[in-house]
């Protein structure tokens, strides 16, 4: 990447560290259809000892994670419940009717918070002219932002038990949601049958996300990971990078936290930008601009200073710190749109 360049688009754009190419280029790699990958086997052991599950198994991306999740708790035909603006819904191209056949029923979630009374109201048995309801998604921390209250997620996983339905969890930033709950990562996954992890979201790994969650759903996922494609070959050399992201890299984010809030500060005081420090929980900042502002000539003052950001979608704008964004860095994104808007 150009020096100097400052890319606040996503954490999915944060590249190997030093550390990571060092063991990368020595992995102890082996044929890992035929479990035969020493480090992806220590990846997934490791990783599911993170989140207090059985088995876990190493998957290519997010969205393939949550897919295979899908695919292997649903039956074909039967309904998925989950909340309206989830990243299953938004921002994974309609897969779940494509991949496990299955229908999806968005509920409105503000804030990403799934109502108990709103997910009974829409859960179906098995009916002549209905869908079976099969599966609950939650997702902590929420692509909105936002991190999800231990108690809103027990409230949830109460229902379910009492309905025996399971819940999946997507966790994509479940790491940093822990450390704005001040809690463990396992706390939060206990709430859920499984879960789904991302190595490569501001843990800096290049490529990959584990799938957690029973011994028998995982040898199902396995299987099933196979007919998706992603029975992968000696993929230890992408694990090596793995095993860093989850023992070196997940402590630090409190950082990428901290410089959120800073950058969430530093907006919120420049007039024609609406941005409440508050309701940043992570590493997502959002805002939006007032409408006399020119968009394109913001954006044109970013790119020329070297600053990577994606224009608003929806009225909002959103800005992402991550491993290489330091302070000086959020200072001088600020000064940039102080300058411009």
Request: charged content about 25%; some cysteine; overall charge negative.
């Amino acid at each position: 990447m150009k020096q100097n360049i400052i890319d606040i688009r996503s954490d999915t754009v944060t590249y190997p560290t030093p550390a990571m190419r060092k063991v990368m280029s020595e992995a102890e790699v082996g044929d890992d259809v035929y479990g035969d990958d020493p480090t992806v086997r220590r990846l997934e052991e490791l990783g599911a000892g993170i989140m207090g599950k059985e088995a876990a198994v190493f998957v290519p991306s997010g969205t393939f994670g949550n897919q295979l999740a899908l695919f292997s708790w649903c039956r074909r035909g039967t309904e998925v419940l989950l909340g309206e603006e989830c990243h299953i819904i938004q921002h994974e191209a309609g897969a779940a009717s494509v991949i496990a056949g299955v229908q999806t029923r968005p509920i409105p979630a503000p804030s990403g918070v799934l109502e108990p009374k709103l997910l009974q109201e829409r859960m179906r048995t098995r009916d002549l002219h209905a869908p079976e309801t099969s599966l609950i998604c939650i997702e902590n921390a929420h692509s909105l932002g936002r991190v999800i209250s231990l108690a809103d997620m027990d409230s949830v996983t109460e229902l379910a038990k009492e309905k025996k339905i399971p819940i999946h969890l997507d966790g994509a930033r479940i790491f940093n949601a822990a450390i704005a709950l001040n809690t463990e990562a396992k706390e939060i996954a206990r709430r859920a049958d499984s879960v789904m992890f991302c190595l490569s979201k501001g843990l800096c790994a290049p490529v990959g996300s584990l799938l957690a969650g029973p011994k028998d759903f995982i040898e199902e996922a396995r299987l099933k990971r196979k007919i998706m494609g992603g029975g992968m070959r000696q993929t230890g050399i992408l694990a090596a990078a793995g095993l860093i992201a989850l023992r070196d890299m997940v402590n630090r984010l409190g950082d990428d936290r901290k410089n959120a809030r800073m950058l969430a500060d530093r907006l919120s005081k420049i007039k024609g930008i609406h941005c409440i420090p508050e309701d940043v929980h992570a590493n997502l900042v959002f805002f939006a601009l007032d409408e006399k502002i020119a968009v394109e000539a913001v954006m044109n003052a970013l790119d020329g200073n070297d600053i990577l950001a994606n224009p608003p979608e929806d009225g909002l704008m959103r800005l992402v710190t991550h491993y290489w964004i330091n302070e000086e860095d959020v200072n001088r994104v600020a000064d940039v749109f102080a300058a411009n808007v």
